[in-house]
């Protein structure tokens, strides 16, 4: 069964716009993870984030946690078309479980 | 060097075949996952490797499928039977440590049964 949720299901915006997503999921954890998929392909590690840090900067990406609410945000800055993809959280490690994914699509 | 590699990259079977899957990890990694993932899902756990030894098969959907890491290194996921449900992409992912690290993932093998 998979842990994550992903919010929204699909996001489509304009180059240059910032794009959130939001994961929320229901036992507790120790890391969060943010994986992106481009169709067809494998699955390329993003960012981790462990239960006791709350935010946390990776270039465009920021990742913020709040584990009372059981939530995650990814946040893209200056969105490029290169940056279409599926996005899924997961948590954990070992018996990583992921969310159905957010698509999104960065119009040029 | 070499990422994870995975082949057959695509693969066809009849209902009733036997399939094995391969999976080569980044060398040196001691973890290794296989996941199943149905079109427009996310990835489905399956089973997970600290070195040889099997740490957890609790995602294995039915006893018709087994995996292995016999030396630590290269892994297979076999199926037995399969089954149309079984339609899937089967990815492959190794991380360097025991746990809590980022995983690497293969490009994935997919399976059709006819």
């Known amino acids: 069964s998979q842990q994550g949720e992903e919010d929204p299901q699909a996001l489509s915006i304009q180059e240059g716009e910032n794009a959130t997503m939001n994961c929320s999921y229901k036992?507790?954890?120790?890391?969060l993870q943010w994986y992106r998929q481009n169709s067809g392909r494998g699955l390329v590690h993003l960012i981790l984030?462990?239960?006791?840090?709350r935010e946390k900067h990776s270039g465009r990406l920021r990742v913020t946690l709040d584990t009372s609410k059981k939530s995650s945000s990814l946040l893209i800055t200056a969105s490029r078309a290169a940056d279409t993809a599926s996005y899924f959280c997961?948590?954990?490690?070992?018996?990583?479980?992921f969310g159905a994914g957010t698509r999104l699509t960065v119009k040029p | 060097g070499a990422g994870v590699s995975q082949s057959p990259r695509y693969k066809v079977a009849k209902r009733g075949q036997d399939v094995a899957l391969r999976c080569d990890p980044i060398?040196?990694?001691?973890?290794l996952f296989w996941y199943q993932q149905a079109l427009g899902q996310g990835p489905e756990f399956l089973t997970y490797?600290?070195?040889?030894?099997?740490?957890?098969k609790s995602g294995l959907p039915s006893d018709r499928f087994f995996a292995e890491r016999p030396e630590g290194s290269v892994s297979t996921l076999k199926i037995q039977r399969t089954q149309q449900e079984d339609s899937a992409v089967y990815l492959c992912?190794?991380?360097?440590?025991?746990?809590?690290?980022?995983?690497?993932f293969g490009p994935g093998t997919r399976l059709t049964v006819t």
């Open positions: 992912a190794s991380s360097l440590q025991a746990g809590g690290t980022e995983q690497y």
């Open positions: 036992t507790s954890i120790n890391n």
């Open positions: 984030i462990r239960s006791n840090e």
């Open positions: 997961a948590t954990d490690a070992n018996d990583m479980r």
């Open positions: 060398s040196g990694h001691v973890s």
């Open positions: 490797f600290q070195n040889e030894a099997q740490l957890d």
